[in-house]
């Protein structure tokens, strides 16, 4: 299996999102300035990146949920793809290492209304079982 972020936990309230897992297929897990990225996918120069803590192979992240919206200007729906970074391995966020198939329908969060904002921010599992941010008006 591919190098990744598994991710055991999101936590979505009080206007923050906040992942939480472990580092999966790496062999060097030295505090490098690992950084939890959030990549738009139909304007992926939008780059939001974030400090994230590294205890051994355990990560955690977390964001406001405002900070997307200096990147509105979208028609009903946006995505937005999770990574792990040091600048050497950048690893997507997801969870595979589970038995359930079909997160993207099972795991559902609820919805972070952006204050001052007309629109929410949701995370989801893709279909590849990876994890993603729904901006949508």
Excluded at 104 to 120: E, L, R, S, T
């Amino acid at each position: 299996m591919k190098p990744h972020a598994e991710v055991e936990q999101v936590w979505p309230r009080d206007g923050r999102i906040k992942v939480v897992g472990r580092l999966h297929g790496v062999d060097t897990v030295a505090d490098r300035g690992w950084r939890l990225t959030l990549t738009r996918r139909t304007r992926t120069d939008h780059v939001l990146r974030y400090d994230a803590e590294l205890d051994g192979e355990q990560f955690a992240g977390e964001w406001k949920v405002a900070d997307l919206a200096a990147y509105d200007g979208f028609k009903d729906t946006d995505q937005w793809d999770l990574h792990l970074t040091d600048g050497t391995h950048k690893l997507r966020v997801g969870r595979k290492l589970d038995d359930i198939s079909g997160k993207k329908a099972i795991m559902v969060y609820p919805v972070q209304h952006v204050p001052g904002a007309d629109f929410g921010v949701k995370p989801y599992f893709t279909v590849e079982d990876n994890l993603s941010l729904e901006c949508r008006s």
